[in-house]
């Protein structure tokens, strides 16, 4: 069943990121960019290993509340 995180990454996306992550609609706040996805544990570590490939430092991921 799928849960809703956020991710918080350290700085501002580069064009290469922002691209390859643009469906999640990252949003820039300050020195953190942050991105909410809905995601099953096989998503999730998915999304993980792509953000470590395109070698952005990963500053926390906690599951929050879903909207509803």
Do not use: C, F, W
């Not at 350290?10 to 020195?31: C, K, M, Q």
């Not at 998503?43 to 430092?57: A, D, N, P, Y």
Request: glycine share 8%; net charge negative; proline share 3%.
């Amino acid at each position: 069943m799928p849960k809703r995180y956020e991710i918080r990454l350290v700085g501002h996306l580069d064009e290469e990121a922002a691209a390859a992550l643009a469906y999640l609609s990252p949003i820039a706040n300050g020195t953190v960019t942050i991105i909410e996805a809905e995601l099953d544990q096989a998503g999730l570590h998915g999304l993980l290993e792509r953000i470590r490939t395109l070698g952005i430092e990963l500053l926390d991921v906690r599951q929050v509340r879903s909207r509803q």
